[in-house]
């Protein structure tokens, strides 16, 4: 071990070895070398610490120092104590790694860490403190050389800076009070000119005249600039070609020479134009916003357009479904200057209808005529108005519209497309209003319906409609009305059964469609039709409403909501129309049955109670008027049933056959003695059905009962499935119930009900149709009566 002469003048030859290099590698390892040679060290290392407290190596030695199991030991444990896993430990540090190996990790102040190992004789305590001072002139040396180093990066930075960024920028410096430009760009000298070559006095930014009305704000850029804070402001400044509006970026910056102040200059001309003219827009597109009807919003837009936009005349062209044209709505013209020939390919008016934006700047050089009348147009925008039509600016100079009006009519097109949407909405639910209550005052199904109809066209702007009802029995959806341009597409209309196309999937899942392309549908009925996009909607149970386009894309979900809205509202007043019909039937009913039965039954009474009279003795035609006094009576009962079935049409639920079957005979009348009536429920299904079930039954027993079976006869009642039906069977080998009577189920008419039975009868086709249920009549040998209802879902 050294003494003490010897350690001072090993220090003194490592302290010589300490000094700034040429890069902080350099100091780096010449210090290193000169620690490890004079202490007899076999590894060493120097590492800065990061901003997150972490260090990085800046030179190992030797080379392979990372291999040495001391060297990796001390970076381990100077990677702990970054970590936060030695709390508390303070440098030095000392440990061992390996065979008989030392490792020492000495602080390098404000800079980072100095790392020694040994394979031999570790240093002594007097080593280890006597290291301190150099250790700190070390740190010093690589601290100097790193500020150094970034000072040198940061100046070339901003030369950079001045060589590539495309806004004028200068450096300002002070020197004895006075301020000099000391860097600036080319763009600066090219925007502001040479006079700026020079500040004036004490003044900070250069020598750019201000507009007057920013001479105040000048001076106060300087006042905040020298009191050490940044400047972002927008000023208005002379340059070689006029005045221009700027935003101003100043800051100030203290370097290695002293302190500096940079300058920016954003020419913001153009966009302080564009905000006063978005203001302008602002305030006027509250007024296209807010239009009722779609002309009105047509006029404003194009008035809206001349208002922000230097253009000599703004159009907008609607597309009509009826006649498959864009026809002019607005223009600032006298009259309409641009047309769209009904042939697409002569015009790029459809292709822009179809979504795309399109700009001439030599409407007279190009391939293409879209100007027909009044003005020499050359200059032309062409906007997308979503599905309502395009907005076309014109202006009779070559290149007149540059990227700012673009910008602003694509602004515009946006308000436009948005206020002709809400206005179509809005004239769309007036009408379907004023539609729905004109449904609902009709006279009958087939009135409404034609009512409907004939104001699709233009109401609704739906010109191919058309209604399809659902007919149980077939099991399909039957056409039964068209507008006048559907019958001009389609002569007839095709019928749909299960699995025929979307309009059937659409019906029975209860869902609105809109079909955009009908053409990429693999489930259309006709992939060729004429009809190219469709809206298909239910009305509950009766059927579906369908209209057309004769372009893909054409409807869309405004017009799927306005559909949506019509059906919902003609499935009401359908209900209404049939509840007014069946009211009316059933006034004719109980004025027929009043009218008719009772009065022939009280004609009888009365003739029969005259002979009683004149005889004044016991009659057998008393029996007579007990009989009739009876049929009366039931009569009376049958008409309040009536009313009953009749005001409770829409009730439905799952009613026990079993059950049913059990009331229906303890309503009907008790048979004669030699009559029987048996069951055969061979099913324990229920079925879905109106409540007055049981009554209908009854009233088919009760038919057996008078016209079915002769002495020693029989009626039998049986319930089966048929799949998801069920099938309950009134059966008799009588002669059957006559023709004439039977009339009643097919007419539904009062003046049919000219007999009880007729009435019965009457009960029956009512309550099975309120229940949606198929009734029908075997008169060959006997008569056999059928009601088909569909199975209740068990569980």
């Given at each position: 071990?050294p ?42 290392g120097?590492?800065?610490?990061r ?17 040495d199991?001391?060297?990796?030991a001390?970076r ?32 390098l ?39 150094e ?54 003044r ?22 020298a009191?050490?804070?940044p ?28 302190r ?32 009722e ?27 009509d ?24 390919a ?48 014109g ?12 910008q ?72 039964i ?21 979307i ?32 809206v ?14 004769v ?55 009365k ?27 039931r ?5 309040r ?11 439905r ?12 005979i303890?309503?009907a ?91 019965g009868?009457?009960?029956i ?19 056999t ?11």
């Amino acid at each position: 071990m050294p003494d003490r002469r010897q350690r001072i003048q090993l220090l003194h030859e490592i302290s010589l070895a300490i000094s700034p290099g040429e890069t902080l590698a350099a100091t780096a390892e010449t210090a290193l070398d000169a620690y490890l040679g004079k202490l007899n060290c076999t590894v060493g290392g120097v590492f800065r610490q990061r901003e997150d407290g972490g260090y990085e190596q800046i030179i190992a030695r030797p080379a392979a120092a990372v291999d040495d199991p001391v060297y990796a030991a001390a970076r381990t444990r100077l990677a702990e104590r970054a970590d936060g896993d030695a709390a508390g430990e303070s440098f030095p540090i000392v440990g061992e790694g390996g065979d008989d190996g030392h490792y020492y990790l000495f602080e390098l102040p404000d800079f980072g860490a100095l790392v020694l190992g040994t394979h031999g004789e570790p240093f002594s305590e007097s080593i280890i403190d006597e290291l301190g001072p150099l250790n700190e002139k070390l740190a010093t040396a690589c601290t100097a050389k790193a500020a150094e180093s970034t000072l040198r990066n940061e100046r070339r930075r901003f030369e950079a800076l001045f060589t590539t960024i495309q806004e004028p920028m200068a450096t300002v410096s002070v020197t004895d009070g006075t301020a000099t430009i000391t860097r600036r760009n080319e763009a600066f000298e090219t925007t502001f000119g040479d006079a700026t070559a020079m500040t004036e006095g004490s003044r900070l930014e250069p020598t750019i005249p201000a507009a007057p009305s920013d001479a105040a704000t000048a001076a106060e850029i300087d006042t905040q600039l020298a009191d050490g804070q940044p400047v972002t402001t927008e000023s208005s400044r002379q340059t070689v070609g006029g005045t221009g509006d700027f935003l101003l970026r100043a800051v100030p910056v203290t370097t290695a020479t002293g302190r500096e102040w940079f300058f920016l200059y954003v020419d913001i001309t153009d966009e302080k134009r564009r905000r006063r003219t978005l203001a302008s827009l602002y305030e006027d597109a509250q007024a296209v916003l807010t239009s009722e009807d779609r002309q009105t919003a047509c006029e404003r837009t194009v008035e809206t357009a001349m208002a922000v936009i230097d253009a000599s005349v703004a159009e907008v062209h609607l597309y009509d479904r009826a006649t498959d044209t864009l026809t002019p709505a607005a223009t600032t013209a006298e009259e309409p200057v641009f047309t769209a020939p009904s042939e697409e390919a002569a015009t790029p008016l459809w292709e822009v209808y179809g979504g795309s934006f399109r700009r001439f700047d030599a409407l007279s050089a190009a391939d293409v005529s879209i100007a027909h009348s009044g003005m020499a147009i050359e200059s032309v925008l062409l906007y997308p108005l979503g599905d309502h039509g395009v907005l076309i600016l014109g202006d009779e100079q070559a290149a007149a519209f540059d990227e700012t009006d673009g910008q602003l009519g694509g602004l515009l097109t946006t308000l436009g497309t948005i206020a002709l949407t809400r206005a179509q909405r809005i004239q769309s639910l007036e009408a379907v209003q004023a539609i729905t209550q004109e449904a609902v005052t009709a006279d009958t199904r087939s009135a409404m319906i034609d009512a409907v109809l004939d104001r699709l066209p233009t109401a609704l702007n739906f010109p191919i409609t058309g209604l399809w009802e659902y007919n149980a029995v077939a099991d399909q959806l039957e056409p039964i009305g068209m507008t006048e341009p559907a019958v001009e597409l389609f002569p007839t209309l095709p019928t749909f059964g299960r699995t025929d196309g979307i309009a059937w999937e659409a019906f029975k899942r209860g869902d609105t469609e809109l079909v955009s392309d009908v053409a990429s549908r693999p489930d259309a009925y006709n992939e060729d039709s004429v009809i190219r996009s469709e809206v298909i909607a239910p009305i509950d149970e009766f059927g579906v409403l369908m209209a057309g386009a004769v372009r893909p894309q054409n409807l869309t979900d405004t017009d799927r909501s306005i559909v949506e809205t019509l059906t919902s509202n003609l499935a009401t007043a359908i209900e209404l129309v049939d509840n007014r019909e069946e009211l009316q039937l059933l006034e004719a009913v109980f004025d027929r049955v009043l009218r008719h039965n009772l009065r022939n039954d009280l004609t009888v009474i009365k003739g029969y109670a005259n002979a009683v009279a004149e005889d004044c003795e016991a009659s057998p035609h008393t029996a007579e008027i007990i009989d009739h006094c009876e049929n009366l009576e039931r009569t009376a009962t049958n008409a309040r049933t009536m009313r009953e079935v009749v005001q409770t049409r829409e009730q439905r639920r799952a009613v026990d056959i079993t059950t049913a079957i059990k009331d229906a005979i303890d309503l009907a009348p008790d048979p004669p003695a030699t009559v029987t009536v048996t069951t055969d429920i061979a099913t324990t299904r229920a079925v879905i059905a109106h409540p007055k079930l049981p009554v209908a039954i009854a009233q088919l027993i009760e038919n057996s009962v008078e016209h079915g079976v002769d002495a020693d006869g029989e009626i039998r009642v049986t319930a089966v499935d048929d799949g998801d039906d069920v099938v309950i069977a009134v059966i008799d080998d009588g002669p059957g119930i006559p023709p004439n009577e039977l009339a009643v189920i097919d007419q539904h008419g009062e003046s049919e009900l000219e007999h009880g039975s007729g009435v019965g009868l009457w009960l029956i086709d009512r309550i099975v149709d309120y229940s949606d249920g198929v009734l029908s009549f075997d008169t060959d040998g006997g008569t056999t009566a059928r009601i088909t209802l569909r199975a209740a879902e068990e569980g």
